[in-house]
């Protein structure tokens, strides 16, 4: 029997996609360890509670050692009590033709609702990754409304980028993601972030040595740039198990820590690193250690290329903030 006491980690849309994809590894000890008990605290929309049921159900019938709880509401406060980790998943997801930041006006009001609730129950070292789209805005309007809260709290996910990103430098490359190492999603999670291999090595060459530039600046960034899109045109749905990993993996990072000579990307809280503006959530490269990230500094953006990059998605950042100025307090 383990000794640990349980944490607790909250995750909304719970009866949604992504949480049928996540809950399951959670509770299972992949995201926080398999000496880590958890409770689950799921949070739904009221016509989504039977469906949760559902889920809650096979939860019990998979009899996971470590689930040392769950709970299932539909109000925030509730499904935030003392949580030490909380996955915000539930929003709108868009469809074929859509780009992420459509869905501001859907999703904007849930975030800033739940920011309010995790300024009032949940635990002051709360760890926050927001899934929903558009998830760098979505999490600025739960940071800001939420100012009992360090906004270091407040993460967005662009793992899934990330992940992309090293799955193709590696089969383009004949190697494996074993081989990839600092890899960096810049920016937003959208189609105007920019996945920059400049640092990049794969097995210790540079990566730029090993691709030509034409492959990519007009194929290897569109591709990942635009693989959210192409998931949504193929299987008619956004991509699921792939979001749910990335989720995992974002949070099981920020509390374990980098590996070493390694790092991650993610959607952070700008101190003005970088010449980017601070307060907007801009995804860097990070490592983490202790449960605290840290961007990395020092890496090389000094061509025209990148900068150009940098400064256009760190530009919809701003656009998408100022679209939601009446969310931010
Ligand atoms: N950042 C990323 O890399 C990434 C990747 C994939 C998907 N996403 C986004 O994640 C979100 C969820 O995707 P999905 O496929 O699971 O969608 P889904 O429609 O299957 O599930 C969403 C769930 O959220 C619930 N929900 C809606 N409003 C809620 C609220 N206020 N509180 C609690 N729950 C609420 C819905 O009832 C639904 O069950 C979408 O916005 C999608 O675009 C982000
Ligand atoms: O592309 C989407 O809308 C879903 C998600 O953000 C993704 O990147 O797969």
Same mark, same amino acid.
């Given at each position: ?5 349980? @944490? ?15 809950? &399951? ?27 949760? =049921? ?9 009899? &996971? ?14 499904? &935030? ?22 869905? @501001? ?5 849930? &975030? ?5 609730? @995790? ?7 709360? =760890? ?52 990839? =190492? =600092? ?26 040595? @090993? ?119």
């Amino acid at each position: 029997m383990s000794m640990k006491q349980p @944490l607790r980690v909250a995750v909304t849309g719970a009866a949604g996609n992504i949480s049928y994809a996540m809950l &399951f590894r959670i509770a299972s000890g992949e995201m926080l360890g398999k000496d880590q008990p958890v409770i689950l605290q799921l949070l739904e929309i009221t016509p989504a509670l039977d469906a949760l =049921k559902g889920v809650v159900m096979e939860l019990e019938d998979c009899a &996971f050692p470590l689930l040392a709880g769950i709970v299932q509401t539909d109000d925030a406060t509730v499904a &935030f009590k003392d949580v030490d980790y909380a996955l915000l998943v539930g929003a709108r997801p868009r469809g074929p033709g859509m780009e992420r930041k459509d869905l @501001l006006e859907a999703n904007a009001a849930i &975030f800033s609702a739940q920011g309010k609730a @995790l300024n009032e129950v949940a635990s002051r070292d709360v =760890k926050v990754l927001v899934v929903g789209n558009p998830a760098n805005t979505n999490a600025l309007i739960a940071q800001r409304n939420a100012p009992d809260l360090d906004p270091r709290n407040f993460t967005a996910m662009t793992r899934l980028d990330h992940n992309r990103a090293m799955a193709q430098l590696a089969g383009k490359t004949d190697s494996t993601v074993n081989d990839v =190492k =600092k890899m960096i999603i810049w920016g937003n999670h959208s189609s105007t972030q920019y996945p920059d291999l400049t640092a990049c090595t794969v097995n210790g060459k540079p990566a730029l040595d @090993l691709v030509d530039r034409d492959w990519y600046e007009n194929t290897y960034i569109p591709e990942v740039q635009q693989r959210g899109a192409a998931i949504i045109k193929a299987r008619g749905a956004s991509s699921a198990a792939s979001a749910a990993n990335a989720a995992i993996a974002h949070m099981r990072t920020w509390a374990l820590g980098t590996d070493e000579n390694d790092w991650v990307s993610m959607g952070v809280y700008s101190n003005g690193e970088y010449g980017i503006a601070k307060g907007l959530i801009y995804s860097f490269p990070c490592t983490c250690s202790n449960g605290d990230w840290s961007i990395v500094d020092g890496v090389d953006v000094s061509s025209d290329f990148s900068k150009e990059k940098m400064a256009a998605t760190e530009q919809e950042l701003s656009e998408e903030r100022d679209a939601v100025a009446h969310l931010l307090p």
